[in-house]
């Protein structure tokens, strides 16, 4: 990805803080219509090592990206790292695009509302009509 190095411009972890995170597999294969790397990727988000760096709020996993919103405790970019090598590992495969997308989110904005962002993910895609039909999303708020 030639302009992945632009994605990390400005960015800055700060602990407390809440931020959405896009992560895409490598060109956008759809390697999470599989039961078992979208069990994995899901389980993932709640593994001890990632638990150390972030508290999961919500998340979904698409066909072929993960959205995940997360409180911060540590470095965001070792914990997207760490999340990324330990999915690879459960696939058995390299599987992720470089780098990843965030969006720190800010005070006034309401992170309920992200979450819903978030799980309305697979509704906006067509993939369901409700969204109690699609497995691999979860929120802090249920």
């Not at 988000?45 to 998340?59: D, E, K, V």
């Not at 058995?92 to 005070?107: K, T």
Request: net charge positive; with cysteine; charged share 20%.
């Amino acid at each position: 990805m030639p302009h992945a190095r632009h994605l990390r411009k400005g960015r800055c972890s700060l602990p407390g803080h809440c931020y959405l995170v896009t992560i895409v597999t490598s060109d956008r294969r759809t390697l999470f219509q599989d039961h078992a790397n979208a069990r994995a990727a899901a389980r993932t988000f709640y593994a001890p090592a990632i638990m150390l760096h972030g508290n999961t709020l919500s998340y979904v996993v698409m066909p072929d990206h993960i959205h995940w919103l997360v409180q911060l405790k540590g470095d965001l970019s070792v914990m997207v790292r760490f999340y990324k090598a330990k999915v690879t590992r459960e696939i058995g495969e390299s599987i992720w695009q470089r780098g990843f997308h965030d969006h720190a989110i800010r005070a006034e904005e309401d992170l309920r509302q992200a979450a819903r962002y978030i799980v309305a993910n697979p509704l906006r895609a067509g993939l369901v009509k409700d969204i109690l039909q699609y497995p691999y999303w979860n929120a802090v708020w249920l």
